[in-house]
């Protein structure tokens, strides 16, 4: 519609210019005939009253000429008249003229010199007056002038009666032509336009029986009507040739996994059973600027992995809806489609109070339990005021996941992350026929480290709730199992890595998290040209390293610094040809520790470019803000190496994007030996984050490593990928969930 409008402004744009452009051109026409006409009144009326005062104008007396001029204003239908002597001396005049109007003097003089009649048009008394001077003769000479004034405003009325009657008749015209115009537009181009849009999008989302009764049957449309009917028929071939194909390769592992792969092993294991994911952090958050609305993919290891599965499969996504245009966005469910562009899966958002965020999320979420289980040296918080928020929220979480699945049979529902410990339990406790999973992202640390929090018992016995409890490692899973072993009384069967508790068995295994790969991105930069980004940042160096990060005291950002520092200095035949673009995506900005984490890294950037800046160079680049996936994977494919230096991880994603991104199998990646996937990308160079000297060197071997080498390696790391996606990640996380169930 937005269209449609805009289509209508420009024809009542082009219909005004053309109505005023006339008009201008009637107004002016108009005038000039009123004009001409005026003076042509003005002048037989002044040749005859020339004939009254010539004969006798040398003998007479200025008191003979005023009675005379007296006499003749009575008679005649004008203004009034002065009568000049050859000097230019006012002799007599009307008493309705002022005795002192210095533009008849002046025309009367002109047509005196001109020895003709001369007029023009002045204001007089806030009227439009037309003054017309005629010399007056004797039998040979000139020996005066007359001048006569007469009333010309009824030419101006007459000029804006015409502005007035031609401005009503646009006003009439746009507004007929654009009623016509847009009943035009709307139903017989955009109408059938957009139903041809629904019925392209209902083809390629693969709803390909609905009917076609909606589109356009006019002359005007057949040929692109027929043309998409034929691409709605090879699409529809081409979706049943790969879902026999993905059937075939359902139990064959050493075949690669898709989205299709993916949806037909669901249908099959599955069934018609709904897939419900539950999650903090919401896959979409709609914004607003002014009367705007627009939605963004959040920073998030979480939503990048769990995203693509639910496109794939559908179901239902339970998430805190954190934009402040979420709300205006969801049904009377609080409820919506998404991805916005191509509706695939259902969102369900629930509302936070500021103190249920503050406390839930900030507090006990983010001050205890992330620091705790992340060993990099940034000491636990933990108020019990935060703890109440906490199991307030999970318990509105799970109000919320009950409603969802109080009309399936034998729901299975997959819990994500550290934000929704006790969730598990609640479900189970009002659901004991759901299949509850749990997926814990980040990593889980040593008994003795998790001791320290004040509700352990609580936690665990939240998380002992669900059937199947996943980490990225193994280590992770057996320090977990420690964990319950010293703080509850449980059965562990370390041999199937199983825990029995109040007669309920949870299966704890690992599920190293990967990406979509392929996937979709890469396929829309043909013709990304990586100088203009560069030319952007006023980038002209040789090298680029890059590291893309939350801004979090995790992802050894400042061990990163230092080690660039070093390397620097050890090899200065770099410095002018090497920059480092730190892309950092501002997180938990509420929280003191991150406001002074990104304090730390701006200080350290400035003065590691204070120390080393040379005729306009600088090494480090720092870009403080989000970037959605596709400016990522720009910035990835830019970069000769790639620097992921967590502390402390559980997966981290970004090092698995850098080398999805790399299609081209160059570029090298720099990974820290404390991250999950250091365990299955043995051709990254592995380092010590701590150690600024390795760092160092590993960026030296990096940038110096020959192409043949480079490409060896890169695509062993793709390979990796590609054999262990998301697709199969996801495949192998339900298909352990049923045979639970077995």
């Not at 892309?583 to 730390?600: C, G, M």
Request: proline letters at 4%; aromatic letters at 8%.
């Amino acid at each position: 519609m937005k269209q449609i409008a805009v289509a209508v402004v420009i024809i009542v744009a082009i219909i005004s210019l053309i109505v005023t452009a006339f008009t201008i051109n009637q107004v002016y026409r108009e005038e000039q005939r009123l004009t001409e006409d005026l003076h042509y009144r003005s002048t037989l009326l002044a040749d005859n009253l020339k004939g009254a005062i010539e004969p006798n104008f040398s003998t007479k007396s200025s008191s003979d000429l005023q009675q005379l001029v007296n006499k003749l204003d009575a008679e005649e239908r004008f203004v009034g008249m002065n009568i000049y002597d050859n000097k230019g001396e006012m002799i007599a005049t009307s008493s309705s003229l002022p005795a002192d109007l210095p533009e008849a003097s002046k025309i009367a003089e002109e047509s005196m010199d001109a020895d003709k009649a001369n007029g023009t048009f002045v204001k007089l008394n806030q009227e439009k007056m037309y003054l017309l001077a005629a010399p007056l003769h004797d039998q040979e000479s000139i020996v005066g002038a007359l001048m006569i004034a007469q009333n010309a405003s009824y030419i101006d009325t007459r000029l804006t009666e015409i502005w007035r009657n031609n401005l009503l008749r646009l006003v009439i015209q746009a507004s007929l032509i654009s009623l016509a115009a847009l009943l035009l537009l709307r139903w017989i181009i955009y109408e059938p336009i957009h139903n041809l849009v629904e019925f392209s999008k209902s083809a390629r989302s693969g709803e390909l029986n609905e009917n076609a009764q909606n589109l356009p049957s006019s002359l005007f449309f057949r040929p692109l009507v027929k043309e998409i009917s034929n691409i709605r028929r090879s699409l529809l071939e081409a979706r049943v040739t790969a879902s026999e194909e993905a059937k075939l390769r359902l139990e064959k592992l050493d075949s690669p996994w898709t989205a299709q792969r993916l949806t037909e092993f669901i249908k099959d294991v599955l069934k018609d059973r709904t897939i419900v994911v539950v999650s903090n952090r919401e896959p979409y958050i709609h914004t607003k600027n002014g009367r705007k609305i627009s939605y963004f993919v959040p920073a998030s290891g979480m939503v990048t992995a769990i995203e693509p599965v639910m496109e794939a499969c559908g179901g239902i996504w339970v998430a805190h809806g954190s934009g402040d245009a979420d709300k205006m966005m969801v049904d009377e469910h609080n409820k919506l489609r998404v991805p916005p562009d191509e509706p695939k899966y259902t969102l369900r958002r629930i509302w936070l109070t500021d103190k249920e965020e503050a406390g839930y999320y900030y507090g006990f979420s983010n001050e205890g339990l992330w620091p705790l289980c992340h060993i990099a040296h940034v000491r636990p918080t933990f108020r019990k005021e935060d703890w109440e928020e906490y199991k307030k929220v999970n318990g509105k979480f799970a109000q919320a996941v009950l409603s969802e699945i109080k009309l399936l049979e034998k729901p299975i529902i997959i819990v994500q992350d550290f934000h929704l410990s006790l969730l598990p339990r609640m479900i189970k406790n009002s659901r004991p026929d759901a299949t509850v999973a749990l997926f814990w992202h980040i990593p889980w640390p040593n008994p003795e480290s998790f001791s320290v929090c004040p509700w352990k018992k609580e936690i665990l016995d939240g998380i002992l709730g669900s059937d199947l409890i996943g980490f990225h490692t193994q280590l992770h899973c057996n320090n977990f199992i420690e964990t319950v072993g010293r703080e509850l009384e449980s059965l562990i069967d370390f041999e199937q890595f199983n825990i029995t508790r109040h007669n309920h068995i949870s299966s704890i295994k690992p599920f190293p998290i990967s990406i979509a790969f392929p996937n979709h991105i890469n396929n829309q930069d043909a013709n990304f040209d990586p100088n203009k980004i560069l030319k952007s940042l006023n980038i002209k160096t040789k090298y680029i390293g890059l590291g893309i990060d939350r801004f979090d005291y995790t992802k050894g950002i400042l061990e990163r610094l230092k080690g660039i520092e070093i390397f620097l200095q050890k090899n200065p035949m770099y410095i002018g040809q090497f920059t480092f673009l730190q892309i950092a995506a501002p997180s938990r900005s509420r929280i003191e520790r991150y406001q002074q984490f990104v304090r730390e890294v701006e200080n350290e950037v400035e003065r590691i470019n204070k120390l080393l800046k040379k005729n306009g160079w600088k090494p480090i680049v720092l870009i403080k803000k989000h970037h959605n996936q596709e400016e990522v994977y720009k910035f990835y494919k830019l970069a000769d190496v790639c620097l992921v230096t967590s502390l402390h991880d559980g997966m981290n994603l970004v090092a698995k994007e850098f080398i999805a991104s790399r299609d081209d199998e160059k570029g090298v990646l720099i990974l820290s030996q404390f991250t999950g996937a250091s365990r299955e990308l043995k051709d990254a160079l592995i380092v010590n984050p701590y150690n600024g000297e390795q760092t160092a060197e590993a960026l030296k071997i990096a940038l110096e490593m020959p192409p043949t080498e480079q490409t060896k390696r890169m695509r062993r790391l793709r390979e990796t990928i590609k054999n262990y996606n998301i697709y199969r990640w996801s495949a192998e996380l339900l298909k352990t969930i049923v045979n639970l169930e077995q």
